[in-house]
């Protein structure tokens, strides 16, 4: 078994379909969604706000490398184009920790160096695991734990929306 989580996100074009495609693509390797939030921009780029979400997958046949080329893949489809740092995008895909696997190679770092840091990953990762915990320099702490360390201005940047990422598809 090979569980990840997923954290989606999008501030460009058809966002709520650009997040919906990855469920699409993940057909029942999908094991629960959270709800859909919109979000202020993290990172200090002035940008439109983001829709979030976070899902939880699973596939036995795939380790961490291939979560990433997943990831890589469904970016791809979006048309994503990089070109700015932190700046707008069609579809962000970010590996927030796969199993249990500590990785420093840069190009898959995990668990994700900045998931404490962003109430856009807590938020609706609590919605679907609120007993999460999450490895920081090689201390866990629960999830509410680092919510809760972090402004509330933060906090209240992310909100809930009634948007849901069913499809006609994962139906
Ligand atoms: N945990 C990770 N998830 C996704 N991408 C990662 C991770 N660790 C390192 N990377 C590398 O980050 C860039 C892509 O950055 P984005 O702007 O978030 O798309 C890419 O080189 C990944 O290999
Ligand atoms: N609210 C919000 N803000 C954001 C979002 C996002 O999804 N939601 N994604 C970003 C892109 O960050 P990126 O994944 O490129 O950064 P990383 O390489 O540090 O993960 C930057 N800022």
């Known amino acids: 078994m090979t569980r990840a989580v997923l954290s989606i996100g999008s501030n460009v074009g058809d966002s709520l379909a650009h997040l919906r495609s990855v469920v699409d693509a993940l057909g029942d390797r999908l094991v629960s969604a959270s709800a859909v939030y919109s979000s202020e921009p993290w990172g200090g780029v002035e940008q ?3 829709l979030n979400a976070i899902l939880i997958v699973d596939d036995a046949a795939r380790g961490p490398w291939e979560w990433l080329d997943f990831a890589r893949a469904c970016e791809t489809a979006a048309d994503r ?3 700015q740092r932190w700046g707008p995008r069609s579809l962000d895909v970010d590996i927030v920790v796969c199993d249990h696997v500590s990785s420093d190679d840069p190009e898959l770092l995990l668990p994700h160096p900045r998931a404490h840091e962003r109430a856009f990953v807590l938020v609706p990762w609590l919605d679907v695991d609120p007993a999460a915990t999450l490895e920081v320099d090689g201390t866990a702490r629960p999830v509410t734990e680092w919510l809760a360390a972090l402004g509330a201005d933060e ?3 992310v909100r809930r929306t009634d948007m849901t990422l069913d499809t006609p598809e994962s139906a």
């Open 155 to 157: 906090r209240a940047g």
């Open 48 to 50: 439109q706000d983001f």
């Open 81 to 83: 184009v990089r070109v």
